[in-house]
């Protein structure tokens, strides 16, 4: 079964930087786009990133637009977001995310599977 | 960005009671609407696509409608379980997809 699992979450300080990673695992990795999508603790979801199954085109949130980099390797069946110049308004629980369907143009779709999330905490 | 509106934002219901949750785009968003539930401490799991299509395995008692900008979730007969936070997301148009800031179900 598809099987997702972040990690590389953890306490920094504002203005340093963390790479997380989501492990895939029970589907054809590099065939299917992927999101990253975060959550503030108590608050409500919000899409981050997203990659397309190729690794060639990629999208982002303006909150994260320069900072953040999304990619993957689908050799390793590993996506990755790299978070630079991190800040309080950061901190929350991320997720990865298998999105259902991409088209060549469109990759925002439903998405139908999810990893458990790993906490980052941007605080001094 | 299209801008995704839920309500009520708390509902408190008791077991066996059916319960309707809804959901408002800020512009038309076709039938690319989804809904999630979400337990504490739990990932968001896929309930609903393409505003009435069920994910595989998801219970029969849960059903979507709606189209355009209005849309509602349905739970038949509440089961003990079914008490979680609910996100309706539009996928029609993005970056950025959005998600509603979500309804919780409490229990009376």
């Known amino acids: 079964q598809v099987h997702l699992v972040e990690s590389g979450g953890g306490v920094v300080q504002p203005g340093r930087s963390l790479r997380l990673s989501c492990a895939a695992s029970?589907?054809?990795?590099?065939?299917?786009?992927m999101h990253w999508v975060r959550q503030a603790p108590g608050k409500g979801l919000e899409w981050v990133a997203l990659i397309w199954y190729d690794g060639v085109q990629k999208q982002y949130a303006d909150s994260v637009k320069g900072r953040f980099t999304i990619s993957r390797d689908n050799f390793k069946n590993t996506l990755y977001l790299q978070m630079d110049s991190l800040r309080v308004e950061d901190t929350a629980v991320y997720y990865c995310?298998?999105?259902?369907?991409?088209?060549?143009?469109?990759?925002?779709?439903?998405?139908?599977?999810w990893g458990q999330g790993t906490l980052v905490t941007a605080s001094s | 960005e299209i801008v995704m509106t839920q309500s009520p934002a708390t509902l408190s219901v008791s077991p066996g009671e059916r319960v309707t949750l809804s959901c408002r785009a800020s512009q038309s968003i076709d039938s690319n609407l989804a809904w999630y539930q979400q337990k504490p401490g739990q990932a968001p799991r896929l309930l609903i696509y393409?505003?009435?299509a069920r994910d595989t395995g998801i219970p029969a008692r849960f059903s979507g409608s709606g189209s355009g900008t209005e849309f509602t979730l349905t739970i038949s007969s509440l089961q003990s379980e079914d008490f979680a936070v609910y996100y309706c997301?539009?996928?029609?148009?993005?970056?950025?997809?959005?998600f509603g800031q979500g309804t919780r179900l409490e229990i009376k």
């Open positions: 029970g589907f054809g990795f590099g065939t299917y786009g």
């Open positions: 995310a298998r999105v259902r369907f991409c088209s060549s143009t469109n990759c925002n779709g439903y998405l139908d599977h």
């Open positions: 393409g505003v009435s």
């Open positions: 997301q539009q996928y029609n148009k993005g970056p950025p997809i959005t």
